[in-house]
């Protein structure tokens, strides 16, 4: 996975969240903590996400 790619997920990753805090649980939580949930989320996914060339490389 490429740089686009991982940004372009986290975007995704970050907006869905976000839309999903507004629609479901922002009358009980803040959306101060959907934003937290969101970023969590994002750092998550950039750091599992294996880029294609180091496995390519890692597997001969």
């Known amino acids: 996975m ?3 790619e991982k940004i372009f997920w986290s975007l995704v990753i ?3 969240i976000h839309f999903l805090w507004l629609g479901l649980l922002e ?3 803040s959306l101060y903590v959907g934003t937290l949930v969101s970023l969590v989320a994002v750092a ?3 750091f599992l996400a294996r ?3 180091d496995k390519a490389n890692r597997d001969g």
Request: charged residues 20%.
């Open 14 to 16: 970050f907006f869905g």
């Open 2 to 4: 490429d740089i686009v």
């Open 44 to 46: 998550l996914f950039i």
């Open 51 to 53: 880029n294609n060339k």
């Open 27 to 29: 009358e009980y939580l």
